[in-house]
């Protein structure tokens, strides 16, 4: 490790602010009014469900398996059928929806009444995609390529994003789809429902990787959007460490650097960050 090490953080990292609102939210819930289940887990975080899961937010498959009093909708959104069994089984909700999500199934459910079919550019598997889906009644279809556009036998189409797309990918899709159902098209409707948190992380990290020797990714392997973004990082040809922990760091990584950096993807805590960069600043780094 050399002297002089300098630690120097992305401009963009971390909790994007909708995660961080639907944390917020069961932490709220939580103090106030005692335990709830989630659907499904509310950040794609180890650390954050361990945390919550003490204070009484328990983990649930389904609105079936529920037996506290409350349910909370994940960030990512859920179809209609979800809103309407939550209702049917008396339970209270706490519907951390993000705005930008529920802004996509707003679109997505106006353009399906008004007898759009809408295509969604997203994973159909997809939790958010299969929220958005549910609420175009049936009117939707989810693909990532326009080589497998279902039978489009409609003068009316709209396109909608999911929110963690690429708006420029999206944009690309757009024009095949154009290319390939004109000219029987008569009436297209695009609303870019992509989320700019996302693109702004990555663009941070690949600036800030350009100027360092070594970057430290920090997050949840089972987080899609941080193995991306460590990806992103190893693509300009930095070194890159995609670690979930503090701890995984070791001395020898810091060995004849002076410039090292550190992201985190739109999971992963304040608290994992700060460790990370406590770590680091006991093995003889100092912040920028
Ligand atoms: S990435 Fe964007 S759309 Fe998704 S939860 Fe965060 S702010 Fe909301």
């Known amino acids: 490790m050399g002297d002089g090490l300098r630690i120097e953080l992305a401009r963009v990292y971390g909790f994007c602010p909708g995660v961080r609102r639907a944390v917020q939210m069961v932490e709220d819930h939580l103090a106030r009014e005692g335990p709830l289940a989630t659907l499904g887990a509310i950040v794609h975080n180890a650390h954050v469900v361990e945390a919550l899961q003490e204070k009484g937010a328990r983990v649930a498959g389904g609105v079936c398996e529920v037996g506290e009093p409350t349910v909370a909708i994940t960030a990512h959104g859920a179809g209609q059928e979800i809103y309407r069994e ?4 008396g339970l209270k909700l706490v519907d951390t929806t993000c705005p930008i999500v529920k802004r996509a199934q ?3 459910r106006a353009l399906a009444q008004g007898g759009y079919t809408v295509l969604i550019y997203g994973e159909e598997s997809h939790p958010e995609v299969r929220g958005i889906l549910s609420w175009t009644e049936g009117k939707g279809h989810a693909t990532m390529s326009p080589d497998d556009l279902p039978e ?3 003068k009316k189409l709209a396109i909608v994003s999911q929110t963690t797309k690429d ?3 999206f944009w690309g899709f757009v024009r095949e789809v154009i290319a390939r159902v004109h000219p029987a ?3 297209l409707r695009v609303v ?16 800030l990787a350009r100027e ?3 970057i430290f990714v920090v997050g949840s392997r089972n987080s899609a959007n941080t193995r991306k973004l460590a990806e992103t990082c190893r693509g300009t040809g930095v070194r890159t460490y995609f670690i979930e922990s503090a701890e995984e760091i070791e001395p020898g990584w810091l060995s004849g650097l002076s410039r090292v950096g550190v992201t985190a993807g739109a999971s992963t805590p304040d608290e994992v960050i700060d460790q990370v960069l406590r770590r680091l600043s006991q093995l003889g ?4």
């Open 185 to 187: 098209l008569k009436d």
């Open 152 to 154: 489009l036998a409609t």
């Open 106 to 108: 707003e679109a997505a």
């Open 192 to 207: 870019d429902t992509t989320c700019p948190e996302t693109g702004r992380r990555y663009q941070a990290a690949v600036e």
């Open 212 to 214: 360092v020797e070594a």
């Open 285 to 288: 780094g100092e912040a920028a």
């Open 167 to 169: 708006q420029k990918a």
């Open 86 to 89: 939550i209702q049917e089984r």
